[in-house]
């Protein structure tokens, strides 16, 4: 009864004044804050105690400020780094850092409660966070961070401890940053802007609007607007961002993408495309010659470049000895023949060793030079990227898009990404692909060495079945790839993988599913992509050793989608 109600609220809020007035209320909290010292590393590492030397502050990169920690594991030491810090009793803290690299955690112990740690294998800058609770008796906590064994360095910024002050003393709370000046399209392709904008002193981030509505966030001060119309004006703006909220947006800019359109190698692979990898070394597997690769394959990358002394840049070195004499003459004789037959040939960049690392402008353009370099001495197609250790979305990016720029419309870009990195299009490895949408070729994930994964539908999915294949081809398929930027990587045979080798009939029976919505197991598309790219193996040579088993019967089937 409508009266009832009235009566009742009005009765409560007299209650209130009265208790407001008298004292009896609640007193009002005290503001949380930050109880770490030296957070941000701008005093070096004061406050912080690294094991076994490891620790280093340096200038670049940095997620805020000017410093960041560079932690190096070596040997058994995996470079932790901690700083106790003073806490209440009874109280519950957020800790939170920002970190880049291969294997990165954060956690606390000490709590007096439930210790607590987090992790991402994410090679971007990526705000870790999490909580805990103190013990009654509980005055201090331990927070660490650490990297993990044979993995390269990590980086790690801007930590923080919110709750009551536990009485320690420690980094003032960040105010909201200014708006970001000098906003400016770099450059355009025919679905693609690529934005660029001053440093803001103490974001964190940067979220980027188009028309209005927030389409990016990102940590650096660039970003590239991926899946637009070509021929066409857009508006963005962005806006500085910080634990403390989010500025004003800056004054708008337009980018108008160009008219020509499509993805990479200016169609020159094949509509369905079957992709393998040659291998430069003798691991026990048939040794080949380039030229005696089966016919099936459209794309052969040769693994793998080589890292150089210089950031980025790479080399490559025909293992002539391993390979029977096989001489560099023959070699790019054989590349110009595969070339004369309708193949490309690319150089591969990374693998299961591979410690090729881009996470700054200067490297980027290593990156590039060398790449193109190799492409003019040996007569390579295009690139491979198959960095099994993390990549810098930003620099990478920057990366493709110089050597794009050197090497044409023509340029084959590949990809190779393990099946983590393709979860979320918040990981480094799917956002490069975003990033360069207009000019990358395929990415063929890894459906192998995994374990279980979550599909599209949310599900978990264990590698060996079509459902594997399908659901999380899915993702990609859903999170803004092209269907003609889709390919499935598979093990030619058992011995090309530890885990996750299916017979050619399961990898066909996905194809179908993907292409046609026919030979699914339980999960099914919500539609057909019948542009599929098709399909990858480890390896031409392990495909050798087992009679070329793999691709005689992949390699006609994706033809014929």
């Given at each position: 009864m409508p009266g009832r109600r009235w009566a009742g609220a009005l009765a409560a809020a007299v209650i209130a004044s009265v208790l407001s007035l008298t004292g009896l209320a609640g007193q009002a909290q005290a503001a949380d804050v930050n109880n770490v010292k030296n957070g941000g590393f701008e005093s070096g590492l004061s406050n912080w105690t690294c094991s076994a030397g490891s620790g280093a502050t340096v200038s670049s990169p940095v997620h805020g400020g000017s410093a960041a920690l560079k932690g190096t594991p070596a040997g058994q030491d995996y470079a932790q780094c901690s700083q106790s810090v003073a806490v209440k009793p009874n109280s519950t803290y957020t800790l939170s850092a920002w970190v880049q690299g291969s294997y990165t955690y954060l956690g606390a112990t000490g709590t007096g409660t439930t210790d607590i740690s987090t992790w991402t294998p994410n090679t971007a800058w990526t705000q870790l966070s999490t909580t805990f609770t103190t013990g009654a008796s509980t005055t201090s906590v331990t927070v660490w961070t650490h990297g993990?064994?044979?993995?390269?360095?990590?980086?790690?910024?801007?930590?923080?401890?919110?709750?009551?002050?536990?009485?320690?003393?420690?980094?003032?709370?960040?105010?909201?940053?200014?708006?970001?000046?000098?906003?400016a399209v770099s450059s355009t392709t025919s679905s693609s802007v690529s934005l660029s904008w001053n440093t803001v002193s103490g974001a964190t981030g940067y979220n980027v609007y188009q028309g209005g509505s927030k389409v990016q966030s990102v940590t650096g001060t660039?970003?590239?607007?991926?899946?637009?119309?070509?021929?066409?004006?857009?508006?963005?703006?962005?806006?500085?961002?910080?634990?403390?909220?989010?500025?004003?947006?800056?004054?708008?800019v337009t980018g108008t993408t160009s008219a020509s359109g499509g993805g990479g190698d200016g169609g020159t692979v094949p509509a369905h495309a079957v992709t393998g990898y040659w291998q430069n070394f003798n691991n026990g597997a048939t040794v080949q010659k380039l030229s005696a690769v089966q016919s099936q394959y459209d794309i052969i990358a040769v693994?793998?470049?080589?890292?150089?002394?210089?950031?980025?840049?790479?080399?490559?070195?025909?293992?002539?000895?391993?390979?029977?004499?096989?001489?560099?003459?023959?070699?790019?004789?054989?590349?110009?023949?595969?070339?004369?037959?309708?193949?490309?040939?690319?150089?591969?960049?990374?693998?299961?060793?591979?410690?090729?690392?881009?996470?700054?402008?200067?490297?980027?353009?290593?990156?590039?030079?060398?790449?193109?370099?190799?492409?003019?001495?040996?007569?390579?197609?295009?690139?491979?990227?198959?960095?099994?250790?993390?990549?810098?979305?930003?620099?990478?990016?920057?990366?493709?898009?110089?050597?794009?720029?050197?090497?044409?419309?023509?340029?084959v870009i590949t990809m190779a990404p393990q099946t983590i990195d393709m979860q979320s299009t918040s990981n480094a490895y799917f956002q490069t692909a975003?990033?360069?949408?207009?000019?990358?070729?395929?990415?063929?994930?890894?459906?192998?060495?995994?374990?279980?994964?979550?599909?599209?539908?949310?599900?978990?999915?264990?590698?060996?079945?079509?459902?594997?294949?399908?659901?999380?081809?899915?993702?990609?398929?859903?999170?803004?790839?092209?269907?003609?930027?889709?390919?499935?990587?598979?093990?030619?045979?058992?011995?090309?993988?530890?885990?996750?080798?299916?017979?050619?009939?399961?990898?066909?029976?996905?194809?179908?599913?993907?292409?046609k919505l026919t030979n699914c197991g339980s999960f099914k598309p919500a539609k057909a992509y019948p542009g599929l790219r098709g399909a990858m193996t480890w390896s031409t040579n392990w495909d050798a050793s087992a009679g070329n088993a793999w691709s005689n019967a992949v390699g006609p089937h994706v033809h014929a989608l």
């Open positions: 993990w064994y044979g993995q390269p360095a990590y980086f790690a910024d801007d930590f923080s401890v919110f709750g009551p002050d536990g009485g320690g003393g420690g980094d003032p709370a960040p105010t909201v940053p200014a708006t970001p000046a000098g906003l660039s970003a590239t607007v991926s899946g637009l119309s070509a021929s066409t004006s857009y508006s963005f703006q962005v806006s500085a961002t910080n634990s403390a909220g989010e500025s004003a947006k800056s004054s708008a693994a793998f470049a080589d890292a150089t002394s210089t950031p980025g840049a790479v080399s490559f070195t025909l293992d002539s000895a391993g390979l029977g004499g096989y001489t560099v003459d023959q070699f790019k004789a054989d590349i110009k023949a595969k070339q004369a037959a309708g193949k490309k040939v690319i150089i591969s960049i990374g693998g299961q060793n591979g410690t090729i690392s881009v996470n700054d402008s200067a490297s980027a353009t290593n990156f590039a030079n060398s790449v193109y370099s190799l492409m003019q001495t040996y007569g390579f197609d295009g690139v491979d990227i198959d960095l099994e250790n993390g990549l810098n979305a930003t620099y990478m990016s920057q990366a493709l898009r110089s050597l794009s720029g050197k090497a044409g419309s023509s340029l975003l990033n360069i949408k207009d000019i990358l070729t395929v990415v063929n994930m890894q459906y192998y060495n995994s374990g279980s994964m979550l599909g599209c539908d949310g599900k978990v999915y264990s590698q060996g079945s079509v459902d594997f294949l399908t659901a999380l081809a899915c993702i990609q398929l859903q999170g803004g790839l092209d269907a003609s930027q889709v390919g499935l990587g598979l093990p030619a045979s058992t011995s090309g993988a530890g885990s996750g080798y299916v017979s050619p009939t399961i990898v066909n029976n996905a194809l179908d599913c993907l292409t």
